[in-house]
T-cell receptor
Framework: GENVEQHPSTLSVQEGDSAVIKCTYS??????FPWYKQELGKRPQLIID?????GEKKDQRIAVTLNKTAKHFSLHITETQPEDSAVYFC????????????FGGGTRVLVKP | GAVVSQHPSRVICKSGTSVKIECRSL??????MFWYRQFPKKSLMLMAT?????????EQGVEKDKFLINHASLTLSTLTVTSAHPEDSSFYIC?????????????FGNGTRLTVT
């Protein structure tokens, strides 16, 4: 089955700096890659996603890049703010095979004021 | 966007009792819903796929007789934790895909924190 590795597991940045989280996946058939933000005790919320037919997608301070050849994708947060502090999960979707997402292990991001 | 509602948000029960958790898709129909379990500071672990009108598909290692799933309508799936024990204490979250293509975005319910005493 699919395996998703996420790094780093924790990330501490100064407010205003950028944060980058990287994920790799194993199933070359995967074609959809969402990112979720989860605040303590709350549900994961979809913040951005990318499909395999594009290499990059941006939404304000958040961007995601995808390298299908290398089977890795990354989340970039620019001009970080304290409210960006949360746990971020990447995921991959192989599409057909049961339509199930496989999640990475998560990255705990702390933005220091 | 699509909204998934989950109830209750918290439940405390005694060992040996059963607990039912409801997951509803609001304003859209979901033929498939997914149930996840999350331990503290850990990732989301898929337990089972709930299929409307048919049996749920369980992931390897998940006891189907322990975690009963029923998806009786296009907007409601339920997870019943039977004969609960303290090790069943966890955060349970349901999810459903918004209407669209087969890999449309997945949205989560607000989760249920189960504590078994």
């Amino acid at each position: 089955g699919e395996n998703v590795e996420q790094h780093p597991s924790t990330l501490s940045v100064q407010e205003g700096d950028s944060a980058v989280i990287k994920c790799t996946y194993s199933d070359s058939a995967s074609n959809y890659f969402p990112w979720y933000k989860q605040e303590l005790g709350k549900r994961p919320q979809l913040i951005i996603d990318i499909r395999s037919n594009v290499g990059e997608k941006k939404d304000q301070r958040i961007a995601v890049t995808l390298n299908k050849t290398a089977k890795h994708f990354s989340l970039h947060i620019t001009e970080t703010q304290p409210e960006d502090s949360a746990v971020y999960f990447c995921a991959s979707d192989p599409g057909a095979a049961g339509n199930k997402l496989t999640f990475g292990g998560g990255t705990r991001v702390l933005v220091k004021p | 966007g699509a909204v998934v509602s989950q109830h209750p948000s918290r439940v405390i029960c005694k060992s040996g009792t059963s607990v039912k958790i409801e997951c509803r898709s609001l304003d859209f129909q979901a033929t498939t819903m997914f149930w996840y379990r999350q331990f503290p500071k850990k990732s989301l672990m898929l337990m089972a796929t709930s299929n409307e009108g048919s049996k749920a598909t369980y992931e390897q290692g998940v006891e189907k007789d322990k975690f009963l799933i029923n998806h009786a309508s296009l907007t409601l799936s339920t997870l019943t934790v039977t004969s609960a024990h303290p090790e069943d204490s966890s955060f349970y979250i349901c999810s459903a895909r918004e209407p669209g293509p087969y890999n449309s975005p997945l949205h989560f319910g607000n989760g249920t924190r189960l504590t078994v005493t």
